[in-house]
């Protein structure tokens, strides 16, 4: 067993000291490209403009024969790009792959101090957290680096799963995890050959009326996601780090996209994957919370002055826990208006037309 007076010394002699906090920096779409990719590239200082982070993808959906290349590619265009504020993020191969020791050994050398998060897959439990965090430690020693990388994990092995608690809280280093809906579904053989989103099939009927069993029996579709991100958003509070949705598949189905990635919203992840531009304004506006939703929160939180006792407000009840959770919305709305002035004044006009 670690001391926990340890926890918090660099594992490598010269590494800088771990995170003590993991900062709220806007991270609504985590916005995927293949570095190796040259049309992709060209688009990425554009791209940059318009996303919380851009992530260099060098896992699945980059063929075996190009991983060199999309390695060499991010490093090329880390080294060319102003990301301004925009965050740079990658996914490195899997930890049992043959690539991966290269992409940590080249990636934390060459652009450690542009990468601000290390996106691992297919986590099983904390041993493959502890193995990347010591390795990262004695690779920022190497390359003098002061500032500690980050590790987010990928939430797709049934393993991974039964152990998320212990993955998001096996280093001080954990700033995430994003669900993994095509992996976790075929590594947990479920039958859905779809990446995320909901299933037809999936549903609970009413009963039915009297000896008649199909005519008149109104069917809902479940979300086949709900127990996973729940659990997972709840592993991520616990321990002070930030849940995600992952990948939606289905790039033509922008308004299913919407609805899942509103549930994530709504469940506490604060964002998802874009895996094509057209995601990229979904989840800057889901994982934005609404105008109106702000202005109430902002209300409420102005007439419960110092927090206790209850008030009501147009028919509804306010008391110490209501006002905790409109802060939780006004607090993310200051936070993501900061770095937005045109979402800071949708937010200003809401909250001045709910006064007036
Ligand atoms: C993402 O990597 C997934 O497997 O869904
Ligand atoms: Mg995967």
């Not at 809280?169 to 700033?175: D, E, F, I, L, T």
């Not at 110092?306 to 939780?328: E, N, P």
């Amino acid at each position: 067993m670690r001391s926990p007076k340890d926890f918090f010394a660099p594992l490598a002699l010269g590494a800088p000291e771990p995170p003590r906090q993991i900062p709220f920096r806007p991270s609504r779409m985590i916005h995927f490209f293949d570095p190796g990719n040259e049309k992709m590239a060209a688009k990425v200082p554009d791209l940059a403009k318009k996303t919380d982070v851009l992530l260099g993808n060098l896992e699945d959906a980059v063929r075996a024969d190009r991983k060199e290349a999309a390695r060499a590619g991010l490093v090329s265009i880390a080294k060319a790009t102003d990301f301004g504020r925009t965050q740079l993020w990658t996914r490195v191969n899997s930890l049992d792959s043959p690539w991966v020791l290269d992409d940590l050994v080249t990636l934390v050398t060459e652009i450690g101090d542009k990468l601000d998060v290390i996106m691992v897959p297919k986590v099983e439990g904390a041993q493959d957290i502890h193995y990347v965090d010591r390795l990262l430690a004695q690779l920022e020693a190497r390359a003098g680096l002061t500032k500690p990388l980050l590790v987010h994990a990928i939430l797709e092995t049934a393993s991974g799963v039964a152990n998320v608690e212990e993955i998001a809280g096996a280093s001080p280093r954990m700033q995430g995890i994003s669900l993994g809906p095509a992996d976790l579904a075929a590594s947990r053989r479920m039958k859905t050959t779809r990446v995320g989103g909901g299933h037809p099939g999936y549903l609970v009927r009413t009963d039915p009326v009297g000896e008649d069993l199909t005519e008149g029996r109104t069917t809902y579709q479940q979300d086949l996601w709900h127990y996973t991100v729940a659990r997972m958003v709840d592993a991520c509070a616990m321990h002070g780090i930030l849940p995600y949705y992952g990948p939606f598949g289905d790039i033509r189905d922008v308004v299913a996209c919407e609805d899942q990635f509103r549930n994530a919203f709504l469940l506490g992840c604060v964002g998802a994957w874009s895996l094509h531009p057209v995601q990229i304004d979904i989840a800057k506006r889901v994982f934005s919370p609404s105008p109106s939703d702000v202005a109430w929160a902002r209300r409420v939180i102005a007439e419960m002055g110092d927090g206790t006792g209850a008030v009501m407000i147009d028919g509804k009840m306010q008391d110490d826990a209501s006002v905790k959770q409109c802060r939780v919305v006004a607090e993310l709305a200051d936070e993501l208006a900061a770095d937005d002035p045109e979402l800071a004044a949708a937010y200003d006009a809401a909250t001045k037309e709910s006064q007036s």
